[in-house]
């Protein structure tokens, strides 16, 4: 068959989108979704008892600190313009009631006064509010005689840590044992004592995922069974976004969808339904996956990172917990 005239015959598009994609400068120009430092939370683990930084295997480039470490740590991410850090305490002794993490010498109100003390206003200091590293048992509350965690009893824990970590300095706690009513408990403790200026994030859809795995080698979690009488159950979404509008209610300044990348529906649907900032928790999990594949040379591992953080945002994420907070801050400015 003859082509002859074919090309001439063929009218073209009037409608071409990829006109917006002929250049980089086109492209950064028109982009609808751009991640920022300020945006970005760096979590940090620090251990007592250590004398130098303990790398944990599951999780490449991420270690347990010391609290010499920390203080470096938090330096560079106030240095990079990241949003704040996430501090979360290991401490040498455990018990059944998790005393370690109310303890104002227990490692975790000591970090946070030490960070505060090193970085000022500089960062967000942000602080996990939960027994589950503190605990002989691993769970984020008290235990019952026949082995359940105590709703209300647990509860009244938390104020009291609540108190403790406002009385440290830090600037925002967040509530991530997902107890029934944590918020409003915490919010009142806190006000009580008068750190009403003190915020909170509150773990709002936290989920019970298979991608914690490696967080628990982090904290070194000495977990018996699991956590699913308490965290929300991977099938649900409106039920996310239901403890999200009660954390709201009972006086959240920001709530978090954890984890992120398996749950963005529910990051969209939150973001939809609330008028605070809403966060997400890309978590340890969703990290290894990535450095597995990117140490395999199976994927671009820096493009890789930052297409997470975009789709993260994309989502409805104001603001994001990431591992890769300073290595992203750094890629973000090239």
């Given at each position: 068959m003859s082509t002859e005239g074919v090309e001439g015959a063929v009218?073209?598009?009037?409608?071409?989108?990829?006109?917006?994609?002929?250049?980089p400068a086109m492209r950064r120009m028109v982009a609808e979704t751009q991640v920022a430092p300020r945006q970005l939370v760096l979590p940090l683990f620090v251990r007592e008892g250590l004398s130098e930084p303990?790398?944990?295997?599951?999780?490449?480039?991420?270690?347990?600190?010391?609290?010499?470490?920390?203080?470096?740590a938090v330096a560079e991410a106030a240095e990079l313009g990241l949003g704040g850090v996430m501090l979360f305490g290991i401490p040498e002794t455990r018990d059944a009631t998790g005393s370690?993490?109310?303890?104002?010498?227990?490692?975790l109100n000591l970090a946070i006064t030490d960070v505060v003390g090193e970085v000022g206003d500089a960062l967000t200091v942000m602080s996990d509010l939960c027994l589950d590293e503190f605990t002989d048992h691993g769970h984020c509350g008290l235990l019952t005689p026949?082995?359940?965690?105590?709703?209300?009893?647990?509860?009244?824990?938390?104020?009291?840590?609540?108190?403790a970590q406002a009385h440290a300095g830090v600037d925002m706690v967040g509530p991530s044992g997902m107890m029934d009513g944590q918020v409003a408990v915490v919010r009142e403790a806190l006000d009580a004592a008068e750190h009403s200026d003190?915020?909170?994030?509150?773990?709002?859809?936290?989920?019970?995922?298979a991608f914690y795995g490696p967080f628990r080698e982090a904290v070194d979690s000495c977990l018996e069974g699991d956590r699913r009488t308490y965290q929300q159950d991977p099938a649900n979404a409106v039920e996310g976004v239901r403890e999200a509008l009660l954390d709201v209610a009972e006086g959240a300044d920001v709530v978090m969808v954890k984890p992120a990348l398996a749950?963005?529906?529910?990051?969209?649907?939150?973001?939809?339904a609330v008028d605070v900032?809403?966060?997400?928790?890309?978590?340890?999990?969703e990290y290894a996956m990535v450095e597995a594949a990117a140490a395999n040379g199976w994927i671009d591992r820096e493009a890789a990172i930052l297409e997470t953080l975009g789709s993260i945002h994309?989502?409805?994420?104001?603001?994001?917990?990431?591992?890769?907070a300073a290595e992203a801050a750094r890629l973000l400015r090239a």
């Amino acid at each position: 068959m003859s082509t002859e005239g074919v090309e001439g015959a063929v009218a073209g598009p009037v409608v071409r989108p990829r006109r917006l994609r002929t250049t980089p400068a086109m492209r950064r120009m028109v982009a609808e979704t751009q991640v920022a430092p300020r945006q970005l939370v760096l979590p940090l683990f620090v251990r007592e008892g250590l004398s130098e930084p303990q790398p944990i295997s599951s999780m490449p480039g991420v270690v347990q600190h010391t609290r010499s470490s920390l203080l470096a740590a938090v330096a560079e991410a106030a240095e990079l313009g990241l949003g704040g850090v996430m501090l979360f305490g290991i401490p040498e002794t455990r018990d059944a009631t998790g005393s370690a993490g109310i303890d104002p010498a227990g490692i975790l109100n000591l970090a946070i006064t030490d960070v505060v003390g090193e970085v000022g206003d500089a960062l967000t200091v942000m602080s996990d509010l939960c027994l589950d590293e503190f605990t002989d048992h691993g769970h984020c509350g008290l235990l019952t005689p026949d082995g359940r965690v105590d709703n209300d009893r647990t509860l009244a824990a938390y104020a009291e840590m609540a108190r403790a970590q406002a009385h440290a300095g830090v600037d925002m706690v967040g509530p991530s044992g997902m107890m029934d009513g944590q918020v409003a408990v915490v919010r009142e403790a806190l006000d009580a004592a008068e750190h009403s200026d003190v915020s909170i994030l509150a773990y709002s859809a936290k989920y019970a995922s298979a991608f914690y795995g490696p967080f628990r080698e982090a904290v070194d979690s000495c977990l018996e069974g699991d956590r699913r009488t308490y965290q929300q159950d991977p099938a649900n979404a409106v039920e996310g976004v239901r403890e999200a509008l009660l954390d709201v209610a009972e006086g959240a300044d920001v709530v978090m969808v954890k984890p992120a990348l398996a749950y963005l529906d529910v990051v969209r649907r939150v973001r939809d339904a609330v008028d605070v900032p809403v966060a997400a928790y890309n978590i340890s999990g969703e990290y290894a996956m990535v450095e597995a594949a990117a140490a395999n040379g199976w994927i671009d591992r820096e493009a890789a990172i930052l297409e997470t953080l975009g789709s993260i945002h994309r989502a409805g994420a104001d603001v994001i917990l990431t591992y890769w907070a300073a290595e992203a801050a750094r890629l973000l400015r090239a």
